[in-house]
């Protein structure tokens, strides 16, 4: 198929792009760059050895959307195309509704416009919001506490509302859990922008030096060592997963979890990494840090029954991978301090 992949220079996306690429399907990426470097397009044809198209617009621009739609048959998107920044989003509202929001609208108009009927759409684990652990996807979804959760909620509820009205509209939300790790060959990885705020590009910082010690929120949750319980996954089989989708859309809305269903706290992930590369990453522990949930875990059986995909990679190799990427990363090396 001929796939469209939004956002495709980014984290997820780019990582997608190469099982699209290796699964045999022709990959089309629209992205602006805001979070992500146009050279991530010519590692990922190194990997594959496969060429990609690439247009560098914004998916809020109605135009340029259009034009991509009458360059190429378009068979289905895979919509990453998103700002993703908690903390940021609480600071800039507007921009996260305008970028989050108006980007899924006008790439819906413009299914509806040229016939497209298959969309795949980058949701969060976040729309959960405090449930019970495993998050199964038949639960009742609370309210998220920000700007950025609720551009996911509401994208979730637009396309849903499309679907009942076009029946032949396929759509399939996949709610991601913790992704991490990079590509095996290290040429591929996660970026933060400045100081990271996800656990594991914060600690592949400390192991190589950047950071002097990891800051561990919290160690009074009531979980087995008092640290938060969340479920990482690999990204590559998070990427197998939007292939996975992709083949087993059918009409209608379609919500699968994508996850490992096993919680790891913090203090588990940095004995993890610490084994699995030979390397030590200081810490101390200091407050909890607003707004995090105790535990996040996914119940992943509905995506192992109806798409038959079920995670390949373990903790040991998302903390290789990851380091192995961070190693190679030709990022300053400058020391940050906290
Ligand atoms: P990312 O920032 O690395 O990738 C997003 C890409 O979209 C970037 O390349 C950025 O330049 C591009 N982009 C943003 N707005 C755009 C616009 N208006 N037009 C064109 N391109 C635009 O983020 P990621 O981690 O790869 O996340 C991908 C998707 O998955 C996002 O929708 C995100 O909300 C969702 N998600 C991510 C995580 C996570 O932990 N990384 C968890 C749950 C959900
Ligand atoms: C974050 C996002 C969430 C998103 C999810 C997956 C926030 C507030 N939430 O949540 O919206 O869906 O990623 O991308 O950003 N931790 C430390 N020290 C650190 C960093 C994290 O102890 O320096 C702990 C956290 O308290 C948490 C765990 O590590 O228990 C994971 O944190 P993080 O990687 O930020 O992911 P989430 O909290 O799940």
Redesign the pocket.
């Known amino acids: 198929m001929m796939i469209l992949v939004?956002?495709?220079?980014?984290?997820?996306?780019?990582h997608t792009c190469i099982a699209l690429l290796e699964a045999g399907h022709t990959v089309i990426v629209?992205?602006?760059?805001?979070?992500?470097k146009v050279e991530?397009i010519d590692k990922i044809k190194q990997i594959t050895n496969r060429e990609i198209i690439f247009y560098h617009?914004?998916?809020?621009?109605q135009t340029a959307v259009d034009t991509i739609f009458l360059n190429h048959s378009i068979d289905g998107i895979i919509?990453?195309?998103?700002?993703?920044a908690v903390g940021e989003s609480v600071e800039e509202p507007l921009n996260y509704y305008c970028?989050?929001i108006?980007?899924t609208l006008i790439l819906a108009k413009a299914c509806e416009k040229f016939g497209v009927k298959r969309f795949v759409f980058?949701?969060?684990?976040?729309v959960y919001g405090e449930n019970e652990v495993p998050f199964v996807e038949t639960m009742k979804l609370q309210p998220t506490t920000n700007p950025?959760g609720e551009?996911?909620a509401m994208s979730e509820r637009i396309l849903t509302d499309i679907a009942k009205v076009n029946q032949e509209f396929s759509v399939s939300i996949l709610?991601?859990?913790?992704?991490?790790g990079a590509h095996e060959s290290g040429l591929i990885g996660?970026?933060p922008n400045g100081i990271p705020s996800?656990l594991m590009p914060y600690v592949t910082q400390v192991a190589k030096g950047k950071i002097k010690h990891l800051r561990v929120f919290g160690d009074d949750y009531s979980t087995l060592d008092g640290t938060g319980i969340r479920d990482y996954i690999h990204v590559m089989d998070l990427a197998e997963g939007h292939v996975a989708a992709l083949n087993k859309l059918k009409a209608g809305v379609h919500v699968y979890n994508l996850g490992t269903g096993e919680g790891t706290s913090v203090l588990e992930l940095i004995k993890a990494f610490e084994k699995a590369n030979g390397v030590e990453i200081p810490f101390e522990i200091v407050d909890r840090r607003q707004g995090d949930i105790a535990e996040c875990y996914a119940d992943v059986s509905k995506a192992k029954q109806e798409l038959n995909w079920t995670v390949k990679r373990g903790l040991v190799e998302m903390c290789r991978d990851a380091w192995r990427f961070e190693k190679n990363y030709r990022a300053s090396d400058m020391l940050i301090k906290h």
């Open positions: 939004t956002g495709g220079a980014g984290y997820i996306g780019s629209a992205d602006n760059l805001c979070n992500s991530t617009i914004d998916v809020t621009d919509h990453f195309a998103a700002l993703k970028n989050n108006v980007g980058s949701s969060s684990a976040t950025y551009t996911k709610r991601y859990f913790n992704p991490v996660e970026v996800n």
